[in-house]
Nanobody, 119 residues
Framework: VQLQASGGGLVQAGGSLRLSCAASGSIFSIADMNWYRQAPGKQRDLIARITRDGSTGYAESVKGRFSISRDNGKNTVFLQMNRLKPEDTAVYYC??????????????WGQGTQVTVSS
């Protein structure tokens, strides 16, 4: 399985970006898809999740500004980021996660895409 993230870049505060993450392999439609971010010197934090059935969840820091969605036909997950703030500056990673009934874990990561928000 490979995850290819794209869409990062430099944007002014208040602007928008849309990240995409295309996944290869056969488990996309049954996996939870997550977006994490890691700012310099900080831990990697989960900021958005979409489950296999489309349920979503967000970290408080991005709730109301970011929106996660998925296209199972294209094996792609998106993160629409609006009203960006300088504190959103980080490397953004997509993650594909699935745990089977038997306990086997599938946990895959993309390479990360840099988002920089200038003030």
């Amino acid at each position: 399985v490979q995850l290819q993230a794209s869409g990062g870049g430099l944007v002014q505060a208040g602007g928008s970006l849309r990240l995409s993450c295309a996944a290869s392999g056969s488990i996309f439609s049954i996996a939870d898809m997550n977006w994490y971010r890691q700012a310099p010197g900080k831990q990697r934090d989960l900021i958005a999740r979409i489950t296999r059935d489309g349920s979503t969840g967000y970290a408080e820091s991005v709730k109301g500004r970011f929106s996660i969605s998925r296209d199972n036909g294209k094996n792609t997950v998106f993160l629409q980021m609006n009203r960006l703030k300088p504190e959103d500056t980080a490397v953004y990673y997509c993650n594909e996660f699935h745990r089977t009934v038997g306990g086997q874990v599938y946990d895959y990561w993309g390479q990360g895409t840099q988002v920089t928000v200038s003030s």
